[in-house]
């Protein structure tokens, strides 16, 4: 059975770190293109961050995060994480991460972010 589980939101200041995680069960992270997205009540949902195994250095990240998120995997504890930097108000959202996974898509249930003072 596929199952994703995000964690590490919270509550940060403006201009602190997160870091996310997002670990994988029931099948590999390395067959998979691996993404996160982020959803508030004021916006659609963005993806911010994709990883595709197959490539080296296939990452890319939406320009909204670009120079402050970074978005890695581990292939051997089958965990892609988030890391943020530089946390803005705009940045608050339930975060989820994905599976495309055999041509099915698999999510998370979410991790709430919120940057507040």
């Known amino acids: 059975q596929v199952e994703l589980r995000e964690s590490g939101g919270g509550l940060v200041q403006p201009g602190g770190s997160l870091r996310l995680s997002c670990a994988a069960s029931g099948f590999s992270m390395y067959n998979s293109i691996m993404r996160w997205f982020r959803q508030s009540p004021e916006q659609e949902r963005e993806k911010i961050a994709e990883?595709?195994?197959?490539?080296?250095?296939?990452?890319t990240l939406a320009e909204s995060v670009k120079g402050r998120f970074t978005a890695t995997v581990d292939y051997v504890a089958n965990t892609i994480s988030l890391e943020m930097n530089n946390l803005t108000p705009d940045d608050t959202a339930v975060y989820y991460c994905?599976?495309?996974?055999?041509?099915?898509?698999?999510w998370g249930k979410g991790t709430l972010v919120t940057v507040s003072s």
């Open positions: 990883i595709i195994n197959v490539y080296e250095d296939g990452t």
């Open positions: 994905s599976a495309h996974y055999q041509s099915r898509e698999y």
